[in-house]
């Protein structure tokens, strides 16, 4: 809820930028133009974590896998539990899409 308090014009037009990306390609070059290695991996270090944490996986398992401390772990699963919903869109529209690439 806090970044809908931040809501203007300008992060509007960021989002609709990431929104008219097409291709993993695209995102790539996107990325690499508007943020940091360090961040784009810290984003992706998440995302990989909020994955393991809706597939059951303990703390070790996805500390060992991803390099993520314990603190980013739990903050990552406050997010899951107590944020606005974001991970759960994503995560359920992934693996819906997981489940019709393998049906294919």
Not at 49 to 60: F, H, S, W
Request: with cysteine.
């Amino acid at each position: 809820m806090v970044i809908r308090k931040i809501r203007g014009e300008f992060l509007d037009q960021f989002f609709e930028a990431i929104l008219s990306l097409e291709t993993v390609d695209e995102c790539y070059e996107f990325f690499e133009d508007v943020a940091t290695v360090t961040e784009v991996k810290a984003l992706a270090q998440r995302f990989h974590v909020a994955k393991m944490l809706k597939e059951g996986y303990t703390y070790q398992d996805i500390e060992d896998k991803t390099g993520a401390s314990t603190a980013t772990i739990s903050r990552v699963k406050r997010f899951l539990h107590y944020g606005a919903g974001g991970y759960d869109i994503v995560l359920k529209r992934i693996g819906k899409q997981e489940t019709e690439d393998n049906d294919n």
